[in-house]
């Protein structure tokens, strides 16, 4: 067992408050928890918001775009977060029932998973264990609604361990682990939770000990994964990226059987998070769907319009949210919050939170880096059509509520508000380089030219020529313009055969079979087939070329 000295800051000693409720009264488990809170104080406890003060809106634009960064982490709880932490919380609570550390039955339970391992048996055995009573949950929806985002939220304000001096247990409330990305591995739920258990208490070494060391079986990695759960009383354990398990091409339900037997044997509650696509998961068995039917399935669609009320505002969530955030503008002039501007935010957004955020984010780093200093639906659109080009079909298929469509879109990841920020400085500084400013009646512009394409890998000869060709026709305005034109004719135009043809496709097909490491430069051909660009433009996106700008400003 780890020394309490040699745990993280994460960790507390147990304080117990005797509980009012019968059947919570002794437990230790339970009456260590916090206290449950009132619904005033979960509105504080949820809520994430950047410390702001109008003052901030004179500072520099270099300091302005890091506070934008601070949106990163921004909540605002709502009616469904309210709802679902009042639920979690009885869900964790209730699954301690029947799990006293301090009773012959904890005690008779770890062995027998220790016994049964010893035995060579092939499945855990929930007969004579449990109470029957406990529950599974399903929250799914609409990527980027902020499901994960709200569930470490919510358990971040509980104790991440629980030391009991008396009992020398360590308690895990809540562990979030991400479920399997081939939806198949079992030994990778098992690693998945022997690395969430060695964060939160270093000196186990439980991935080292029990799955890397020899040649474990996939039978013993269950035993030993029930065994560490069990032992370190986890209150609640959290799947996320369930749709994962969707992605399977043999037995989709194998590793959701062993998530649901640890929960049988151990009266383990289990949360299960996801997107839509996890839908299709809990229909397969109706033994998962009873489980989960429990407890409940919370789908979180996107935020909605609403209706009118007397005074003409909104009454949604989508504008509870929307009023929240827009306090948050950094730019010199303030835009009070119109329909018309919450109306080009929904049509852009269509209530996605996730990107609702960034664009906000995208739209005040665009006016403070060209000057404008001031959010209009203009000015929305334009981010809009620019920046999320990758979102485009998701949000249209938003628009037309067409659910067939939308499951294409199931596991889109919107890029970072970190990289959505470098991007639109990247560009605000390419429309001040010579790109732009060399214009084509300006001296030496032939020269100008065939310096970018040489710095591009072009021969100098066919660079001055195709420079020189170019400055003649006279339809560049500028750098820019006349670069891109002169390497268009440097472009080889040879046919291909038709052996050389099928080869390419032949090769092109023969990459989808392969499981692609990180790195590999076959990931952007995959990456165009899955979204729809283009190879370049993956290419730009994964840094491995240069967009042109950069290339003439090195020259």
Known sequence: MTPRALLSPKCVDAKYVASRLPHFQGNPLIEALPVALEPEDVLTQLSLKPKFDVVQRGWSTSERIQMLKTL???MVPLNRHMALATELDSLLRNGYVGRRPDTPEFISRLQALYESRAAGDKTLSSEGEGDGMQQ?????????????????????????????????????PVLHIELPSNGESVAGLCNGIFSAVDKLVPGGNYLENYALRGKPSVETLIQRAASVLHRHCVGMLIGDEVQNLTNATKNKQTVMTELV????????????????????????DFRQSRRVSGAGTEHWDRLYQGTHGENGQFVSEWREFLEVLWQ??????????????AETMYWCCQGVIDTSIKLFVAAQARAMLDGTEL???????????????LMHPMMAALRANDANALSNYADIRPVPITNLLE???????????????????????????????????????????AADEVSKEGKARNLLEGTEQAMAKLKPR???????????KDAALTLSDYSLRPGDLRHPIQLAKQEGTTVMDQLKRLKIVRPLEDILRIS
């Open 72 to 74: 990163s982490n921004f």
């Open 494 to 504: 040879g046919r291909v055969s038709a052996a050389k043809s099928k080869a390419s």
């Open 423 to 465: 991007s639109l400085q990247r560009r605000a500084a390419s429309a001040t380089s010579a790109a732009y400013t060399v214009k084509a009646d300006t001296p030496n512009f032939v020269s100008h030219v065939a310096t970018a394409l040489t710095a591009a890998g072009f021969n100098v000869a066919d660079a001055i020529a």
């Open 261 to 284: 037997s640890m929960s049988n044997v151990l009266s383990l509650p289990v949360v299960f998070v996801g997107t839509n696509k996890a839908a299709g998961l809990f229909g397969l």
């Open 375 to 389: 959010l209009t639906p203009e000015l929305l659109r334009d981010v809009y059509n620019r920046e999320f080009a």
């Open 136 to 172: 599974a949950m399903l929250l799914m929806g609409v990527s980027g609604m902020g499901k994960t985002r709200f569930m470490r939220r919510w358990a971040a304000n509980l104790p991440h361990v629980i030391y009991h001096p008396d009992l020398n247990i360590y308690q895990i």
């Open 328 to 341: 948050y503008q950094w730019t010199h002039q303030e835009a009070p919050l119109t329909d018309q501007l």
